[in-house]
């Protein structure tokens, strides 16, 4: 079966600091994966989407940056936090074709203070 | 760019009426268009799909008509019930970069009262 795997799910980190969110998929090989942010009133906001190990697309210009150094791992990231980071981040993958269903991660609460 | 609209809610409907929740989109190439739903305390989930014009996704009394001439994908259903009471995004994928690309609605949230 296939899992994925989001962490942590919440997360208080003081302005300035590192972030590092993790995500890993299991049960499929080569999944296209996706950092979404979701707001209130503002839906999911999709910030980087990866093809393949290496290849990111950025959506948004912000504070953060994504890398996907394996198969199945994408991790989402930032050298120094900003208040107007914090937010719900969602993990999600589909696998391969633009037909199949997207599943989610748990999603992680990010709190910066 | 590829982007997706949705009417705002809240919508709030009494239990058996009829549910409407448009959604339009734009996008570059032929997308395939989605409805998830997301239930209070849970995540998202797959309620539909259709992956060509003048298909219909219908699923749990749900239904929704991809139509390419007016970009539309919108959300219906005949007789709510309170447990359909969530929030709904539509969604479309697109080919991109070799993968596809997923682009999400700011998300509607449905209260059913009885």
């Known amino acids: 079966s296939q899992t994925i795997h989001q962490w942590p799910a919440t997360l208080v980190q003081p302005v300035g600091s590192p972030l590092s969110l993790e995500c890993t998929v299991e049960?499929?090989?080569?999944?296209?994966l996706y950092w979404y942010r979701q707001a209130a009133g503002r839906g999911l906001q999709l910030l980087f989407y990866s093809v393949g190990i290496g290849q990111i697309s950025s959506e948004v210009p912000q504070n953060l940056s994504a890398s996907r150094p394996q198969d199945r791992q994408f991790i989402l990231s930032s050298k120094k936090l900003l208040l107007s980071d914090s937010g719900f981040y969602l993990c999600?993958?589909?696998?391969?074709?633009?037909?199949?269903?997207?599943?989610f991660g748990q999603g992680t609460r990010l709190t910066v203070v | 760019g590829d982007s997706v609209t949705q009417m705002e809610g809240p919508v709030t409907l009494s239990e058996e009426a009829f549910l409407t929740i448009n959604c339009t989109y734009t996008?570059?190439?032929?997308?395939?268009l989605f409805w998830y739903v997301q239930y209070p305390g849970e995540g998202l989930q797959l309620l539909l799909k259709?992956?060509?014009?003048?298909d219909k996704g219908s699923n749990k009394g749900f239904e929704a008509t991809y139509r390419k001439e007016t970009t539309s994908f919108h959300l219906e259903k005949g007789s709510v019930q309170v447990s359909d009471s969530a929030v709904y995004f539509c969604?479309?994928?697109?080919?991109?970069?070799?993968?596809?690309?997923?682009?999400f609605g700011t998300g509607t949230q449905l209260k059913v009262e009885l």
């Open positions: 259709a992956t060509k014009a003048d």
């Open positions: 969604a479309l994928s697109v080919r991109a970069g070799g993968g596809n690309k997923l682009t």
């Open positions: 049960g499929t090989s080569n999944p296209n």
């Open positions: 999600a993958y589909t696998r391969g074709t633009m037909n199949t269903e997207a599943f």
């Open positions: 996008a570059t190439g032929y997308p395939s």
